[in-house]
């Protein structure tokens, strides 16, 4: 009914393998797209912007980076803060050091930076999986903290260890007021969302989910295992990588090493896993969860007009989170994606349910 | 016909009535002023932030209790749980920054969180206030125009500490080794250029040893210190860091008389439940102690004995707690001062205040008269120093109460004035800020 697909013919192999291959899907998306370019930028605040959307894509294309390496590939990894770090400092490092280096060189000079990184801590993984490769990678974040935390070097010999970027300019044009901000990132995580969407369902996603579900049986129809694995962690920390360069340039703007401690790669993780595995659209409901629900929840006492103590709340914010999490994962072990792709199945055969 | 007759008398209410509210909210707004608390009740440094805010809260609820605000200006304020975490702060920035006529200043309460404010106060045209902490260069206001380390940096900390060690050593630091143990964080790094710089200068030895956050794991660093026997240890520590470190002292049997900590360090509930363990550790504190004056009994005749005091009525006169009111109080002293300039009565906007932080004068009988002349000594700011002056003292800790064991110092200015030129210069330069001139 709401979605009334008869009528839609595929009558070519480019159709046939289109990303959104039901139209209404089509044109949700552009609509969304709209939305978000044309209309977001004129009614939402400052605050929105700064503290919760901009936050929001950030996170949300960190996530999409770990979901293939951790959703497609199977690679379990605790290291994404460190990736997100390597990302962060290795762009400062380009913007300071290089007279007249543009932004958008340093940001991705950061993604493959943290990609070099990536692949180095990936190796393990040709010999380890599963909980095992979990302590390698979060070897990557133990040392990556020490590193940032310890060679002077790294932070332009700044005497506290933590790091400023100022003026973000493009081709002449500056990024200064939150909107402009806002859509640098949106740009950007919409690329690389398209980017990753593709990649996932290409020769090589293919690969990776291959490795995921069985690696003995995918060597044996022929996958290079170090390849599929290696190309996953690649590809993860590219988008990790960068994702950290916008995280300490745009959204923070001045930073420790703290900002992508161990927190920031369980918080990474449990996007995933809420949003769902295995799926690019997952990677933002998890990044939405983690990120916004929060907010939300501590507004609610506001909003109610309860009088209750900042701690109090704060508390209560914890809990219910916490509650929901494990509600969710109950509800639906896959994450929000499936719930979303249930929703939207049972769109398609209302009112006739087989 | 009913209907439509039912749907007009709605709309006609409903527009008297956000009339009503819209010209309610006005007038409340105009006689109001908004000051953000960003606090951290919650996290690892929850034993220091708890009492810090409560003192923060209940100043603003005594100026509006017993004076009706600042000159008839009622105070408003929201607080924000931060948990000390640089990302979070920003997020309550955001969201307070606007409110009512505008933030009048805010006190982030973490270092890491005022690095990451910074840029954007100056964007925004908000102060930033860092008593005690913060940037260090930011005393220049000529650089950091919104940015105001009142009362004292953690480069004046560092050198009234030497300073004392060098009275206890007869005026000379030559061939001392001197022990810098530190919360990893940026907080922990501030004071190492000035124990660098006074290094070089003097003829001493410093020794670095950095402790993970949050530093409930000190067993190796204490174990080297053992090894390394430093002649004193200086202590930038914060919150459960604290404990753990004076018991490892304790343990490792370094003498707590050699142990200097900056006063995030020096708080009742640091050293309380260690008792007679932490006899001998010195503090160093920008106000006297834990003395107590009249706006205590303020407190409580005018909030606490109404039932409306912020926390439990013990933690008041807790070193931690009046700190709390203290950097309240100079907030709002700077709204009164730019009430003078800007019109009595008003409620200001966030630059306005700002002029306000920038032109305090609190002398001796200004503090006596607020209940603050037992608690600081006066304190001036200007437009090239947004420090004020920088008072400090040792206390130590004798198993029970602390006490106090200095005259009041200030920083020898030799070394700490081409630092802070140094490091703002190059700020200014990193930024591309163009510095003001001060007339």
Known sequence: MF????????????????????????????????????????????????????????????????????????????????????GAYAAYNLQVRIEGM?????????????????????????????LYLAVATLAAQFFVDWFTNRMKWVT????????????????????????????????????????????VRGAIGREWMAMRDMDVAAAVIGIRPVYAKLTAFAVSSFIVGLAGALWGFVHLGAWEPAAFGIDKS????????????????????????????????????HWLGLSISTATASHLEHMIFGALIVFFLIVEPHGLARLWSTARQKLRLWPFPH | MQFRKFALYAV?????????????????????QFVPLLVYR????????????????????????????????????????????????????????????GASGFDPQSTGITFAVTDKAYNDKVAIETPGYGLSQSVDGTVFEWNFPLLGTYWTAA?????????????????????????????????????????????????????????????????????????????????????????????????????????WAGSDHDVKDIGAGAKGYNAITIHNSAAQDKVHDDLKKFVYDKGQGSGPATSVGTLAHTRGMMISMLQV????????????????????VRWGYENLDLTADKLKALGFGEVMRPVKTSCSNHMGTDWARIVQWDGGKWEIKSDWYQADKTHIDPLVKEFSAKYAKDKNVKPRTCG
């Open chain 2, 159 to 263: 050198d009234v500490m030497l300073q004392d060690i060098a009275k206890k050593e007869g005026g000379s630091l030559k061939g001392k080794k001197i022990a810098l143990v530190y919360h990893d964080s940026p907080y922990g790094k501030e004071p190492i250029p000035l124990l660098q710089k006074r290094a070089a200068a003097e003829g001493f030895e410093v020794s670095l040893f950095p402790v993970t956050p949050p530093g409930v794991e000190q067993k190796s660093t204490w174990l080297q210190i053992r090894q390394q026997k430093p002649d004193y240890v200086l202590f930038w520590s914060a919150g459960v860091m604290t404990p753990a470190g004076i018991r490892e002292a304790q343990a490792s049997g370094y003498p707590r008389e050699k142990m200097y900590a900056i006063w």
């Open chain 2, 12 to 32: 006609a209410a409903a527009t008297g009535l956000s009339a009503l509210a819209t010209a309610t909210l006005a007038q409340a707004q105009a006689a109001e």
């Open chain 1, 3 to 86: 979605y009334r697909e008869n009528g839609q013919f595929k009558s070519s192999y480019s159709a046939d393998l289109a990303l959104f291959p039901v139209a209404q899907d089509r044109w949700a998306m552009w609509g969304l797209l709209a939305v978000c370019f044309v209309v977001v930028p004129f009614v939402a605040s400052d605050y929105v912007f700064r503290a919760v959307i901009t936050p929001f894509l950030i996170l949300s294309l960190a996530a999409i980076g770990l979901n293939i390496l951790v959703g497609y590939c199977g690679q379990i990894s605790l290291g994404t803060g460190a990736f997100m770090a390597v």
């Open chain 1, 266 to 301: 369980f918080q990474l993780l449990f996007m995933v896993i809420i949003g769902g595995l295995g799926s690019i659209a997952g990677s933002f409901f998890g990044a939405a969860f983690i990120v916004l629900l929060p907010l939300f929840l501590n507004y609610v006492p």
């Open chain 2, 42 to 101: 919650t996290g690892q440094f929850a034993p220091l932030g708890i009492p810090w805010a409560d003192g923060k809260q209940d100043y603003l609820k005594l100026v509006n209790a017993r004076d009706g605000g600042v000159n008839g200006v009622k105070l408003t304020f929201e607080e924000c749980e931060t948990a000390y975490d640089a990302a979070k702060g920003v997020e309550c920035y955001e969201r307070l920054k606007t409110k009512g006529t």
């Open chain 2, 333 to 352: 002293e700077a709204i009164r001062a730019a009430q003078e300039k800007y019109g009595k009565g008003k409620a200001l906007t966030s630059e306005q």
């Open chain 1, 102 to 130: 543009p932004l958008l060189l340093s940001l991705l000079g950061g993604g493959l930076c943290a990609t070099a990184a990536g692949v180095l801590f990936g190796i393990p993984s040709l010999r380890i999986r599963g």
């Open chain 1, 156 to 199: 332009n010999d700044s005497s506290s260890g933590s790091v400023s970027v100022a003026n973000l300019q493009i081709g002449g044009y500056a990024f200064e007021t939150p909107v402009q901000k806002y859509l640098l990132c949106l740009s950007i995580v919409a690329l690389f969302a398209l980017l990753a969407k593709n990649l």
